[in-house]
């Protein structure tokens, strides 16, 4: 009779805990970890990592077969590759003659978000006149490399 | 006695452009080609209408111009915005 009766007791203690449980607001969830994502990869500092000239360039912007005498007519290409990621960098080419005389000026401001390739050119309807020509190229004003080449 | 020296070159009507695989960066001011007989103070009356106000051209142009007298046709100069 008396383990009857806790067994009832029992029962009712165990009834009683779960309506308490039941009657509770919703408690927050537990705080779940955070997920710790991966760090990102720092960006690459942007940079030129090569100039070349040439006589045409490829839709990469690229030169396939870089040259360094050219024709009096020919069409003359400066290829910049660059690697990194930048919001916005001036890159410029200044060709120069042999004279010091100032052929052309051209720039491009870019905001690459990995390597990428900027392209350069001139063209001279009457012939270049013969001679030793430069490319210089900046980037944000600051010297970037120069490269030579000749028209015979 | 025969002049021996060499004609200098003339390169006006050379041609030129560029194109980037990269994606072109916000505009900020504008660019100007000059042209013969110009003078950072012409460009500045041109822009701004104030001669006066030459030195923000040349300071947009520091990596281009070394001597605010000496511009040369051809040059592509950044004209901040006014």
Redo the contacts between chains.
């Keep these: 009779m008396l383990a009857h009766g806790r067994r009832w007791f029992v029962l009712a203690l165990g009834l009683a805990a779960a309506a308490s449980a039941g009657c509770k607001k919703d408690a927050p969830p537990p705080a779940q970890e955070e997920a710790s994502a991966p760090a990102p990869a720092p960006a690459a500092e942007f940079s030129v990592s090569s100039i070349e000239v040439g006589r045409g360039i490829g839709s990469?912007?690229r030169i396939a077969t870089p040259v360094t005498t050219f024709k009096p007519k020919d069409t003359i290409y400066v290829s910049v590759a660059?690697e990194g990621a930048a919001?916005?960098?001036t890159?410029?080419?200044?060709w120069t003659?042999e004279?010091g005389?100032?052929?052309?000026?051209?720039?491009?401001?870019?905001?690459?978000?990995g390597p990428?390739?900027?392209?350069?050119?001139?063209?001279?309807?009457?012939g270049w006149?013969a001679?030793k020509y430069k490319v210089e190229i900046?980037v944000?004003?600051?010297p970037a490399g120069s490269k030579d080449f000749e028209v015979k | 006695m025969a002049d021996t020296r060499?004609p200098?070159?003339d390169?006006s009507?050379?041609?030129?452009?560029?194109?980037?695989?990269?994606?072109?960066?916000?505009?900020?001011g504008r660019?100007y080609t000059v042209v013969k007989g110009d003078s950072l103070s012409k460009i500045a009356k041109r822009f701004y209408g104030d001669a006066q106000q030459w030195r923000r051209i040349y300071e947009a142009n520091?990596?281009?111009i070394q001597n605010a007298d000496l511009i040369?046709p051809?040059?592509?100069l950044r004209v901040p915005e006014a």
């Design positions: 990469d912007k660059t919001a916005s960098k890159i410029a080419a200044r003659f004279d005389q100032v052929v052309k000026e051209g720039r491009e401001t870019i905001a690459p978000t990428a390739a900027t392209e350069f050119h001139i063209a001279k309807p009457s006149p001679g900046s944000d004003g600051a | 060499k200098k070159a390169f009507d050379v041609e030129s452009g560029s194109s980037s695989t990269a994606p072109e960066a916000p505009a900020g660019t520091r990596d281009q040369h051809g040059q592509t």
